[in-house]
């Protein structure tokens, strides 16, 4: 019963970090508005091309804000993992690209947390619309 509240606790605190640094971007700030704050295009306008920095804000933004919500809900478990691990990946070489030795607890607790769900077998994850989904279709009728 452990491993299934340790993956269940693991998969909501990082659901919901998720869900709510995309909600911020999406509902709370908007992703123009996030676009154009000096966090974001100023720091990236003389290295990356526009199109570049305002894809990666809607991409960030809508992946974690639906990557979160997948994850809360256990719906789609591995596909989410995926797309926010690659987040992580685009955070952690946009924050270097500004500054090469910045504050990695932006990232650091958020991919632990990635990581080890990546890695627990399927079978712990109990408390999922996934596991509810398969037993359902996988059970005699």
């Known amino acids: 019963m452990n491993r299934i509240i340790a993956v269940l606790t693991t998969r909501l605190l990082l659901g919901f970090i998720f869900l709510m640094q995309g909600y911020g971007k999406v509902f709370t700030w908007g ?41 809360v809900v256990g719906f789609k478990k591995n596909f989410s993992l995926y797309v926010l ?13 500004v500054e090469p030795i910045w504050n990695l607890s932006h990232v650091i607790y958020r991919a632990i947390l990635l990581i080890f769900l990546l890695i627990v077998p399927e079978k712990w994850d109990k408390i999922s619309l996934d596991y509810y989904i398969q037993n359902f279709r996988s059970s005699p009728k």
Not at 40 to 61: G, Q, V
Not at 85 to 97: K, R
């Open 31 to 71: 992703v123009e508005k996030l676009y154009n704050m000096d966090f974001f295009h100023e720091a990236y306008k003389n290295i990356l091309p526009d199109f570049i920095i305002l894809s990666t804000a809607y991409y960030t933004s809508y992946v974690e804000l639906i990557g979160g919500f997948l994850l």
């Open 85 to 97: 691990a690659s987040d992580l990946v685009i955070v952690t070489f946009g924050h270097g690209l």
